[in-house]
């Protein structure tokens, strides 16, 4: 069983009050949210066959994010997640301590079908 096996796997939580107070917080987790509508607008208007995400902008903004929490908001970082296959595996253990971060910052923002992802 994975992450995506579980109820309420890919509901998205409330972002906690303290994301809302940081200027930074909240225009990434915006644009994050809006990545989505921008790359399917993109790909309604043009051709077939053409990739209109080549900087792979949904991923990469929740990488923002993720990276500007596990920088900034280190402390707000929640523990590891027992029931997380990522935040368990012996592969964690071995990644530099800002990617292990950037990881559990995923739970602060995305369901667990997304922050076991990455």
């Known amino acids: 069983m994975d992450s995506s096996d579980v109820p309420g796997a890919d509901e998205w939580p409330l972002p906690p009050s303290w994301m809302w107070s940081c200027q930074e ?3 990434l ?5 809006h990545a989505p509508e921008v790359v399917n607008a993109a790909r309604e208007e043009g051709e ?4 209109y995400d080549p900087l792979d902008t949904v991923v990469s903004t929740q990488i923002r994010l993720a990276r500007h929490i596990a920088t900034h908001h280190a402390s707000d970082v929640p523990a590891i997640d027992p029931s997380c ?4 595996s012996d592969e964690s253990r071995q990644m530099p301590a800002v990617l292990v971060l950037e990881h559990r910052a995923r739970h602060v923002f995305a369901p667990p079908s997304i922050a076991g992802l990455l």
């Open 48 to 51: 077939p066959g053409v990739d």
């Open 85 to 88: 296959e990522r935040c368990t």
């Open 29 to 33: 987790y915006k644009a994050m949210k």
């Open 25 to 27: 917080c909240t225009e």
